[in-house]
């Protein structure tokens, strides 16, 4: 990657900290140190700390801290701690997990189809008997959500250069939580995301759990809730801290599936979509699709039927890094869902649902993945590359794919054919997998 294209893909929170480490010699003090503190008055001189300092997931550290393997913890309100601090946990999810069934409620205020931020997932967890079930502890109440005050305590998080761990003292930081449920014995404080991870900050949930150990005499129970647009599933993570003194103490005692009893799609059914296409012609100036998981396009354009995002946003925010926001973007916009415009104030580039988009996402969950099913098979490689597969009963190999490529009308190198070949694959994989009977 040339220095023109590098700066291109840096966001705003990647320019400010590398100005910061370059002023404050951020690495020569880690080197003699093994931390740096800093306050919020002095990270607000470069960009607003409160974008600064919050990296839900591994991915979303500026390129700085995840090219010298580094994280951030708050120790105040004001005040931060930068180390090589062991701050994240994997997220595993099983796929041979059997899903227990939920039926939606009647209540017309949650929408089944489109749950699209945490708050909507944590009320429909919550309403449908989900947390009651997680719990098994008799009439369960919904009671804390919000930012509060962690008061005082200590703790020791691991080093990731060597064996040691760090001793650390938090004075009144600042902690969220998602959604707090109390039952008879037991106090679930739950995070929750839109959209399958691949890890996540285990502050989130260890900051809530020191705060509410101290204060009640009730066992407290840290989980994450994911929930997929893709397939309706919630999967709930349940953990424990064997050492409520180590950060990393933290353990997974148990995972559930449930999920919404979504109308079943057929092979017959993707057959019809098949035999019915009418191909389109390439989209003008949006590049070949460069965006292997196909859920991740679902979970996208899912946060914009919220809101429009900008770029740096979407980076920051979800678990995303700068390319990756880019390829993902392009792939909605090459499939006509989403459009991206310059905010004529801000000068930033922002995404949007176009009109189809929303009506899309807006329609029940059968008619919502079919009516995707068909926005990729109306573009030439993808309707070949599915043909070849109903043939001969596989996804063609790369190869194959490649050589299918190079007879639609693409515009693109046969070296960037061979890259996009990926992304075919991957999109016609994700439409086998929507049904067990193909």
């Known amino acids: 990657m040339n220095n023109s294209q590098e700066k291109i893909e840096k966001t705003k929170n990647d320019v400010a900290w590398e100005k910061i480490f370059q002023d404050y010699s951020v690495l020569d003090r880690l080197s003699q140190y093994g931390f740096f503190e800093i306050d919020s008055v002095t990270i607000n001189q470069f960009r607003e700390s409160r974008l600064m300092a919050k990296f839900d997931h591994s991915i979303n550290r500026p390129k700085i801290f995840k090219d010298n393997n580094l994280s951030i913890l708050p120790v105040s309100r004001n005040k931060y701690k930068i180390g090589y601090f062991d701050a994240y946990l994997k997220v595993k999810y099983e796929s041979s997990l059997e899903p227990i069934g939920v039926e939606p409620t009647e209540l017309e205020t949650i929408d089944y189809t489109n749950l699209s931020s945490e708050s909507s997932v944590l009320s429909c967890a919550f309403n449908t008997g989900i947390i009651d079930d997680l719990l098994d502890d008799g009439e369960v109440h919904y009671t804390v959500s919000g930012r509060m005050s962690t008061g005082n305590f200590c703790f020791f998080v691991k080093n990731t250069l060597n064996e040691d761990a760090y001793n650390i003292s938090v004075s009144n930081s600042q902690c969220e939580i998602d959604a707090g449920f109390e039952s008879n014995n037991y106090f ?3 995070e929750a995301k839109v959209g399958e991870v691949k890890d996540f900050l285990i502050r989130q949930l260890y900051y809530p759990y020191m705060l509410w150990s101290n204060k009640i005499n009730k066992k407290v129970v840290p989980a994450l809730i994911t929930y997929s647009n893709l397939t309706s599933i919630f ?11 180590r950060y990393n103490s933290i353990r997974l005692v148990e995972k559930k599936d449930y999920i919404m009893t979504p109308e079943r799609i057929t092979s017959e059914d993707i057959s019809e979509i098949f035999k019915s ?4 012609p390439e989209p003008p100036k949006i590049p070949f699709p460069q965006a292997d998981e196909f859920d991740r396009i679902i979970d996208l354009l899912s946060l914009l039927l919220n809101r429009e995002l900008t770029k740096d946003e979407i980076t920051v925010n979800y678990e995303f890094d700068a390319r ?22 801000t000068k930033e580039v922002t995404f949007c649902l176009t009109s189809e988009g929303t009506d899309i996402l807006n329609k029940s969950y059968k008619v919502k993945i079919c009516t995707l099913i068909r926005k990729i098979l109306e573009h030439e490689a993808f309707y070949k590359t599915f043909e070849s597969t109903m043939s001969n009963g596989e996804i063609p190999e790369k190869n194959e794919v490649c050589e299918i490529m190079s007879t639609c009308d693409l515009g693109i190198s046969q070296t960037t054919i061979e890259r996009r070949s990926s992304t075919v694959r991957g999109w016609i994989d994700w439409i086998l997998k929507l049904t067990s009977d193909f």
């Open 235 to 245: 999967s709930c993570f349940i953990y424990e801290f064997t050492d409520d003194l």
């Open 277 to 280: 296409i009418v191909l389109v």
């Open 324 to 345: 990756q926001t880019n390829y993902y973007t392009d792939a909605a916009r090459y499939l006509g869902l989403a459009d991206k415009y310059r905010d004529p104030t």
């Open 188 to 190: 679930l404080i739950v």
